[in-house]
């Protein structure tokens, strides 16, 4: 008699995300587990982090991946960056956005929504306006990558307005990170957050994380304590990015998922080797092929800016959209997504995030497309 009923199957992640994990990924994962504060593993650590450095394209010595999904990463910057009764700006135009305010409004802010049509993204003027509205707001949150509608927001120029007006800018870059162009310093991001399972093809469990000089300056002038022990960064800082004496001066806070960051930091390798500009070409191109070839089956967007790592499609007339996903699982082992929130039963998701981005995939999930639509 076997207690197991179910084996994880080798299916083909074009979801929004976990995205598919390359064997070296998960080879590191099965690498044997060390002490948190053995040296080895703080040196392991330290790379992970100067990887993650490179690749949110910062210089920033607090940036460290948060143990927890990206939602741990949304939850710490809220919780380090706001104090309850402090005005904050969240921008909703899908799932994340709204969760953005939800978080934001569980850590006693007073939430300004800046809403726009799911699928839809801002402009300069739009923000800039809602910034002039209130004027003491602290942070300005906003979604890079917006997974639920696959709309990109361009986010250069937007930290000049944002700055000029004494607030912060905080970022969600869960699916941009490593699949489209992202500049943590040059486009003056005071925080972001990230994942570990879109673009960078890591299993779930880690949320990379960075914090800029007026982030640190805005929690250092805190005047309660940060609501969560877990997230509160004061603390975890003294083990991440540690100081003098023995140890590095680590201070233990909780125990590192330690095999995560092995795999982390082989995934980081992963980009690096691929080189960050190569990798976001290639998002662009296979984003390209799966737009050419869904227009060749007549199925269209529905964001006017299109992300590449989540392409958010028209379910079309007369197509049953649970029995469609249903039989690329079984028959073909591909998972896409579902439509989230506003968008369920009206779109299809379908990640090209990371390894999952290739010629292979695409080809693949529009050959059953065709099949199963015709
Ligand atoms: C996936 C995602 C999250 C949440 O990450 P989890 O790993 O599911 O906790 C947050 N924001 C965006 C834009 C996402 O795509």
């Known amino acids: 008699m076997s207690y197991l009923t179910a084996q994880p199957a080798e ?34 650590m330290d790379e992970t982090c100067a990887m993650l450095r490179e690749v949110f394209g910062t210089k920033n010595a607090l940036t460290f991946p948060v143990s927890g999904t990206g939602m741990a990463g949304m939850e710490c910057c809220a919780v380090n960056l706001v104090e309850p009764g402090d005005e904050v700006i969240v921008c909703v135009n899908g799932v994340f956005g709204a969760r953005m305010k939800d978080v934001m409004e569980r850590c006693g802010a007073v939430v300004h929504a800046l809403e726009a049509p799911w699928g839809e993204g801002y402009t300069i003027e ?28 361009p986010l250069e120029g937007i930290a000049d307005v944002v700055h000029a007006r004494g607030a912060l800018l905080l970022v969600d870059a869960v699916t941009s990170l490593g699949g489209h162009e992202l500049k943590v310093d040059a486009w003056g991001i005071d925080a972001i957050y990230s994942g570990t399972q879109k673009c960078l093809s890591c299993p779930p469990g880690l949320s990379p994380v ?14 309660t304590k940060v609501q969560s022990w877990y ?57 390209q092929r799966l737009r050419a070839g869904l227009a060749d089956l007549g199925l269209g967007y529905i964001p006017s800016r299109s992300l590449h790592s989540l392409n958010c499609i028209r379910i079309p007339e007369g197509a049953n959209d649970g029995a469609v996903r249903g039989r690329l699982l079984t028959e073909y082992g591909i998972e896409i997504g579902a439509g989230l929130g506003v968008m369920a039963g009206k779109a299809w998701r379908i ?11 695409v080809d693949l999930v529009l050959a059953a497309l065709r099949n199963i639509l015709k």
């Open 210 to 223: 960075s914090f800029g000089d007026r982030a640190l300056a805005r929690m250092d002038a805190r005047k």
């Open 126 to 153: 739009q923000i800039t306006a809602k910034l002039d509205q209130h004027p003491k707001a602290k942070v300005f949150a906003i979604v890079q990558a917006e997974t639920s509608t696959g709309a990109l927001q």
């Open 231 to 287: 997230l509160d960064v004061s603390m975890l800082r003294k083990y991440y990015t540690g100081g003098s004496g023995a140890g590095g001066g680590r201070v233990y806070h909780h125990t590192a998922p330690i095999n995560m960051t092995y795999a982390l930091r082989e995934a980081l390798v992963m980009v690096l080797e691929e080189g960050l500009d190569a990798r976001i070409a290639r998002h662009a191109a296979m984003h």
């Open 11 to 44: 299916r083909i992640l074009l979801g929004p995300g976990p995205s598919p994990v390359p064997q070296r990924v998960l080879r590191a994962l099965s690498a044997p587990t060390l002490g948190h504060l053995d040296p080895q593993y703080l040196t392991i």
């Open 351 to 361: 990640g090209l995030m990371g390894h999952g981005s290739n010629v292979r995939n």
